[in-house]
């Protein structure tokens, strides 16, 4: 995927988007002193925007939502997978 921001976007208008990462190297953390990298857990995107050359994401992440910057380059270097659901439409319509 060349540009991921707009993939990620693009799969949101019609549903939900789960991103496989590795956290250890979005957070930074004491106890951990080697990141290696290996994808370590999912996160829903709810909300993604690019300007002046950073993501703005905010995602969902075991209960509770997050709010991060990084730069597009950050993100392909966490990100191992992309998946996505689109919502069934209604019969009712």
């Known amino acids: 995927i060349g540009d991921i921001d707009t993939y990620i976007r693009e799969r949101m208008k019609n549903g939900k988007v789960v991103l496989f990462i590795n956290n250890r190297m979005m957070r930074k953390k004491n106890h951990t002193t080697i990141k290696l990298g290996l994808p370590t857990h999912y996160i829903v995107v709810e909300q993604l925007q690019l300007k002046d050359g950073m993501i703005t994401m905010v995602y969902w992440d075991y209960g509770s939502k997050t709010l991060l910057q990084l730069s597009p380059s ?10 996505y659901c689109t919502e069934k439409e209604s019969d009712n319509q």
């Not at 950050?74 to 998946?83: A, E, M, N, Q, S």
């Open 74 to 83: 950050f993100l392909k270097r966490i990100l191992f997978g992309i998946t």
